[in-house]
């Protein structure tokens, strides 16, 4: 194999286009073989598997600072580093991250898993480098949605004004913002890429400037024609009014097509996009087929028949169907979300109430003041997200939801540790940000029916947000009685010696605890807190009562 060969960058330079091809291929069945038995981020890094390779025979990393955004897509860049022996590691336990690592190799920069931030590194690194006088090449690979986020267009409008030395890579996957594509597209590509097509430009807008009384007319009428062509031949101007450079759209497949462009671009003394289009899941036929989401991730699965259905499961199923039965119940109840439909459970109520979900790509904030203007104006809106996702909407959360009062439910799944999700993707701040929000419910599930409880009562809280948070993995499953009710702690076992309040997930363990304790002739009192902000006083009280006195919080200890 070819792929055995490759330990370093540099050894890409000295293929030919054939073994290159080769080399492709043997790359999307070691990645597919490999995640079959580690699950993982699939059909994102089956798509850039010919950009990867033509970044690095183009450019010189580490010296030369590859970003990627977001860092799902960089398998191929790993395989191409030197980790393809560890590969079978990947997002095990002490093996490698799913996503780029600084402790990893210094071919990573950025550990860049929350999407949408690559284009401010990239500027800082700019920045620092025209500052210090580096000859360093910035590149910074945008891909799987990540230029719909709002601090992707604060980068952009801060490149073009700054005008720093970085080119960007928008890796369109059918999956993000896509231009009109056509032959006459590519070829003023190839035309505006030419170094004589820019010099002789220049030539003839000088000396159409130095014709007496008529040069300045003459040149305006020149630049006028320039921009009319731009407008209708280019439709992506809108980068170009940023002052960031546009080039594109080209084949992200075409090796020898994306190393000449890259080649020629890399020249260019200030801000860049080379607009390159890929295919999300190519060459695996079970990811092609998936209309939904091309595979982005998949769990352990056959890699002959490819992943099963994706259907959610433990707290996620619980709040899918109790959605739908709020929705069924209200027709205010509204959900939205940022980028996530199918992994925190909306698909499901997306398909029954079409009309009444909302993806606004991966943009958390705006989702959550545009709940709150929802809430203003009659709405009931449940925004669905990941714990850590949150995170980049607190100041939304606390100011434009809370500060007014209004009554915005957020379902923060994943909250707690993730596991295999790796360090970004824990939800270890919702509890402890959430509880500093003036006005905020906080509430935790012990059970797949407390979360459809839990969500029955949030809706009816008018008078301001509320946050229901619960774990990633299997629910546990109680009868329809054994829940609770409105923000009342339950006691789920009695006992004089000691204490322990349980928060969400814990509560199992919590009983567990106190069974192993009994056995020793300890006698526990075990309350399931439910809603941890804020606290029933009566738990408080009973607890007072007790000498030793436990707090078990999911995501806190």
């Known amino acids: 194999m070819i792929l055995e060969t490759i330990e370093r960058p540099a050894d890409l ?17 070691f990645i597919v073989q490999t995640v079959a038995v580690t699950a993982g981020h699939l059909g994102s890094n089956l798509g850039v598997v010919e950009l990867t390779l033509a970044l690095h025979r183009v450019f010189d990393s580490p010296r030369d600072v590859i970003l990627w955004d977001t860092g799902h897509q960089a398998y191929v860049h790993k395989l191409v580093t030197g980790r393809r022996d560890q590969f079978s590691t990947l997002r095990q336990a002490g093996g490698l991250s799913g996503y780029p690592s600084r402790h990893e190799s210094e071919h990573d920069w950025v550990e860049n898993s929350h999407a949408s931030t690559i284009l401010s590194y990239a500027h800082g690194f700019a920045t620092s480098m025209a500052l210090t006088g580096e000859d360093r090449r910035v590149i910074a690979v945008v891909g799987d949605g990540a ?28 999956r993000s913002y896509a231009p009109t594509v056509s032959r006459l597209a590519g070829g003023l590509t190839r035309l505006r890429l030419n170094p004589h097509y820019v010099r002789n430009r220049e030539r ?79 060459g695996y036929q079970p ?133 295999p999700d790796g360090a970004s993707h824990h939800g270890v701040l919702d509890m402890a940000l959430c509880l500093k929000i003036p006005g905020m419910t906080v509430l935790a599930p012990s059970s797949a ?26 629910a546990r499953q109680v009868d329809p009685t054994d829940v609770g009710s409105g923000l009342s702690a339950r006691k789920l076992r009695e006992g004089p010696d000691a204490c322990i309040l349980a928060v969400g997930k814990l509560v199992e363990a919590a009983l567990g605890a106190a069974g192993i304790l009994s056995a020793q002739g300890v006698e526990t009192t075990v309350w399931d807190v439910r809603c941890v902000k804020p606290l029933d006083l009566v738990m408080l009280q009973d607890a007072a009562r007790h000498q030793l006195v436990l707090t078990a919080e999911d995501g806190i200890r």
């Not at 904030?365 to 714990?387: C, D, E, F, K, N």
């Open 13 to 29: 330079r000295r293929l030919g286009p054939d073994e290159l091809a080769t080399l492709a291929a043997e790359i999307r069945e």
């Open 147 to 174: 230029i719909t986020g709002g601090m992707a267009y604060e980068a952009l409008n801060n490149l073009g004004h700054s005008g720093r030395r970085v080119l960007i890579v928008l890796n369109d996957n059918g």
């Open 204 to 282: 003839v807008q000088n000396a159409l400037a130095e014709v007496p009384l008529l040069g300045g007319r003459l040149e305006r009428a020149f630049e006028g024609v320039r921009a009319m062509f731009r407008e209708v031949l280019e439709p992506d101007a809108f980068f170009e009014a940023l002052g960031v450079r546009y080039i594109g759209p080209i084949d992200g497949h075409d090796i020898a097509g994306m190393e000449r462009t890259l080649r020629e671009a890399a020249v260019f003394d200030g801000p860049i996009i080379v607009h390159v289009l890929t295919q999300k899941g190519r």
């Open 287 to 419: 990811a092609e087929d998936d209309d939904e989401k091309c595979l982005h991730d998949a769990p352990v699965f056959d890699p002959l028949v490819g992943p099963p259905s994706w259907e959610p499961t433990g707290y996620t199923q619980a709040f899918a169907e109790a959605i739908i039965a709020a929705g069924a119940r209200d027709p205010r109840v509204v959900a939205i979300t940022a980028a996530m439909p199918g992994p925190t459970g909306l698909l499901p109520f997306q398909a029954r109430f079409p009309d009444r979900c909302f993806d606004v790509g991966i943009a958390e904030q705006h989702a959550v003041t545009a709940a709150s203007g929802m809430a203003m104006g009659g709405l009931r809106p449940i925004v669905a997200v990941y714990s850590t996702f949150f995170t980049r909407a607190l100041d939304q959360a606390n100011l434009d939801v809370a500060l007014h009062g209004q009554p915005v439910v957020f379902c923060l799944d994943r909250a707690g540790i993730t596991g």
């Open 449 to 474: 029916q407390e979360l459809t409880v839990m969500i029955e009562h949030a809706l009816t809280i008018t008078d301001g947000p509320v946050a229901i948070r619960y774990p990633r993995g299997n």
